[in-house]
């Protein structure tokens, strides 16, 4: 039985991986999901965090950055990643990602002064920035 | 000829100027167009990916009812019309308002709020006396698909605050540098018939079928909108293109005409003269 399968990540800005891989690790609402060949068909609703895929014959881990999505596996077509927002491990700029936390962390305080704010939009940087840096400090500890 | 000859040259100048104007906006909205093509091509599979997931979801969750699923047609509508910020982008605007205007006697709902993109909509919309609800620049092009999707948040959020249960869009769909005509789509609620041939799978949900329901429909509208949005703009951009293209061409011809016209008088004028000199001259022999 073959324990590789292909998997698809795509973001708003292209397909960023597809590829055979053997093991593909995600960050879910509640914690976290691996999914390997023939897992059962599953549509599931993506956190933050970073993504690990291990492809075959290889103990390299690929990472990459999630900032929510959706995930659909199936029998029949490749496992496939939407994700909102997403890069590379190796594509991060970590001094970017700090300076929006920063701004996203200085935002949220303010939100309940300052109606002119959007609240969600605040956390949704937040959140982005956060998954940057944890991906980022996986890659390179 | 009755035309002298300076009228001509300052004529040839004219045109000249105005072709080097016309080359460089082609040259500008050609290097916009390839910005915006790239957009177009890179969310496409995001795009595709969802629709089809929103398809597999609502095929396979018995039970699973969502306002934005609905397989009625709305009853109270939103339209979004997709058009350029300027003109001269040859019969771009004008053909998607002319559909517009079609749309909105077609549907079979009622369309309660109108929202534009682009400045050229506020002054059409002025003009037929419809009132807008709400306008986005179109950014000429040269937007990210970041701004495209302030578009989408705010149809995001008439749908939440329940101001409209549907919404259409009148844009031209990007489907090559050449063809771009005017259509007219409903976004919301979302084709969710089944898929032909495909066996029904029986899907594990997380969170819950609702939640999840829930998560995808909201990207699925933005994906929506905003995929409109960038379209519209990608074909924006291929349609000035064309027209100044046409309009260098036309400036080329022209010029063409106008040094041939001042060659011809030119030339008659030496003929007139040498004609006076010969005449003179032979005038002064037979005396």
Redesign the interface.
């Known amino acids: 039985m073959p324990t590789a399968f292909a998997l698809r990540i795509?973001?708003?800005?292209?397909?960023l991986f597809d590829r055979q891989v053997e093991h593909v690790r995600l960050p879910?609402?509640?914690g976290t999901?691996g999914v390997m060949a023939y897992h059962?068909?599953?549509?599931?609703?993506l956190s933050y965090g970073s993504i690990a895929v291990r492809q075959p014959g290889s103990d390299k881990v690929t990472l990459f950055s999630c900032t929510g999505?959706?995930l659909?596996v199936?029998?029949?077509e490749p496992v496939?990643v939407?994700l909102?927002a997403g890069e590379r491990a190796e594509d991060i700029d970590l001094e970017r990602a700090r300076v929006s936390e920063e701004r996203a962390r200085a935002r949220i305080a303010q939100a309940s002064r300052d109606q002119s704010i959007d609240l969600e939009r605040a956390t949704a940087a937040l959140e982005r920035a956060l998954a940057r840096e944890e991906t980022y400090q996986k890659r390179f500890p | 000829m009755p035309e002298d000859l300076r009228t001509i040259r300052r004529k040839i100048r004219t045109t000249t100027s105005v072709s080097q104007i016309t080359r460089a906006m082609k040259m500008v909205s050609a290097a916009r167009l390839r910005r915006t093509q790239q957009l177009v091509?890179?969310?496409r599979?995001?795009w595709e990916?969802?629709r089809r997931?929103v398809r597999?979801?609502a095929g396979s969750s018995d039970g699973l009812k969502h306002p934005l699923l609905s397989a009625e047609e709305p009853t109270n509508a939103a339209l979004i019309l997709v058009a350029g910020d300027r003109g001269l982008c040859g019969s771009y605007n004008s053909l998607v308002f002319r559909r517009a205007l079609q749309a909105l006697h077609e549907l079979p709902v009622k369309v309660n709020m109108l929202v534009g993109v682009g400045q050229r909509v506020a002054a059409w919309a002025k003009t037929v006396g419809l009132p807008l609800y709400d306008l986005f620049p179109a950014y000429g092009g040269q937007a990210s698909?970041q701004t495209y999707l302030t578009v989408a948040r705010a149809v995001r959020s008439y749908l939440s605050q329940g101001l409209c249960d549907g919404v259409y869009a009148v844009y031209a769909p990007y489907v090559s540098s050449l063809q771009n005509i005017p259509d007219c789509r409903r976004l919301v609620p979302m084709e969710c018939d089944e898929i032909p041939g495909?066996e029904q799978?029986?899907?594990?949900?997380?969170?819950d079928p609702a939640?999840?329901l829930d998560?995808?429909l909201v990207?699925a509208v933005e994906?929506e909108v905003?995929q409109v949005v960038i379209e519209g703009a990608a074909s924006e951009q291929a349609a000035r293109v064309a027209a100044m293209t046409a309009a260098s061409d036309n400036a080329d011809e022209m010029m063409e005409e106008l040094v041939r016209l001042r060659n011809r008088i030119r030339q008659q004028q030496i003929t007139t003269e040498i004609l006076e000199i010969v005449s003179g001259a032979d005038a002064i022999t037979a005396e």
């Open positions: 795509i973001t708003r800005n292209g397909v879910v609402t509640d999901l059962a068909p599953l549509v599931a609703e999505g959706v659909h199936s029998r029949e496939t939407l909102d | 091509e890179k969310s599979p995001y990916g969802i997931l597999y979801v698909d495909r799978v029986q899907y594990l949900f997380e969170p939640e999840l998560a995808l990207r994906v905003s």
